[in-house]
T-cell receptor, first 113, second 117 residues
């Protein structure tokens, strides 16, 4: 089966740094994605990790440890517009060629002025 | 920038009616998906489609659901006899074949909100 855990809510201040953690137990693994979703909108792609280590992309970085089943998304220099739900998603299902994503419940980040 | 487009943006229907949700994936993408998100809940996988057939489906995707690619551009989700619990936002997504530096990420449409009364 698939199980992805992330905190339900986090709050941080504009200009600060925040780390959103994600742990997963899945029957297959072919990459971990982070998506951002504003209320009432579609998820939009932020980052992708398939190998262990840190991927940096501007203000956003994502880390993966496959042996620990753990990832985090790091957001630096927070802006008000970063207030959104951050979805951790794992690609891979019961078959090795599975391409669909299994999503966590999302972490609702609120950035305060 | 190419995008996935979905219609309608919002549909209200009576329980037991058939509903068809339409999607136009990004033109050079090969894999197509439907996901749904019940209000306040997580995004859930329904079905993936490749090479004109279903490649995977979840337990949610029962006999009431079907997908079709009737022509070279549209990808549809049909719910044969809607139930109250089908009320959700339905997202279509597409992805390229993953190769080289391509992550194979999913690109999502804006969603079709289905309300079943």
């Amino acid at each position: 089966g698939q199980n992805i855990d992330q905190p339900t809510e986090m709050t941080a201040t504009e200009g600060a740094i925040v780390q959103i953690n994600c742990t997963y137990q899945t029957s297959g693994f072919n990459g971990l994605f982070w998506y951002q979703q504003h209320a009432g909108e579609a998820p939009t792609f932020l980052s992708y990790n398939v190998l262990d280590g840190l991927e940096e992309k501007g203000r956003f970085s994502s880390f993966l440890s496959r042996s620990k089943g753990y990832s985090y998304l790091l957001l630096k220099e927070l802006q008000m517009k970063d207030s959104a739900s951050y979805l951790c998603a794992v690609r891979g299902g019961s078959s090795g060629s599975a391409r669909q994503l299994t999503f966590g419940s999302g972490t609702q980040l609120t950035v305060l002025p | 920038e190419p995008e996935v487009t979905q219609t309608p943006s919002h549909q209200v229907t009576q329980m037991g009616q058939e509903v068809i949700l339409r999607c136009v994936p990004i033109s050079n993408h090969l894999y197509f998906y439907w996901y749904r998100q019940i209000l306040g809940q997580k995004v859930e996988f329904l079905v993936s489609f490749y090479n004109n057939e279903i490649s995977e489906k979840s337990e949610i995707f029962d006999d009431q659901f079907s997908v079709e690619r009737p022509d070279g551009s549209n990808f549809t989700l049909k719910i044969r006899s809607t139930k109250l619990e089908d009320s959700a936002m339905y997202f279509c997504a597409s992805s390229k074949k993953r190769a080289g530096g391509n992550t194979g990420e999913l690109f999502f449409g804006e969603g079709s909100r289905l309300t079943v009364l």
